[in-house]
């Protein structure tokens, strides 16, 4: 069984990795240039589009099939 204090050592070098570790990604995160919002928004419209495209023309199945559950449930209801 290890002693109190060398798990204490061990936090306290672990601790220090870690805090190594965000330094390094602060310093990184510092040195990155920042990005106009016009070359952001294409990356956000990409994939709305993509969504868009895919779900318009399913859009009259939805209907009809909600029309169709509706019709069922009233006659599951009506017997």
């Known amino acids: 069984m290890r002693s109190q204090k ?7 070098a672990n601790e220090h ?4 570790m965000l330094v390094d ?5 510092y040195g990155l240039e920042p990005k106009p919002i016009t070359e952001i928004i294409p990356l956000y419209e990409g ?5 868009s495209t895919v779900m318009e023309p399913l859009a009259p199945l939805d209907q009809a099939g909600g029309q169709i559950g509706k019709e ?8």
């Open 47 to 51: 994939p709305q589009n993509i969504t």
């Open 17 to 20: 990795d870690v805090l190594e």
């Open 6 to 12: 060398a798990h204490f050592w061990e936090v306290e």
């Open 72 to 79: 069922l449930c009233r006659e599951l209801f009506t017997l």
């Open 25 to 29: 990604l602060f310093d990184r995160m």
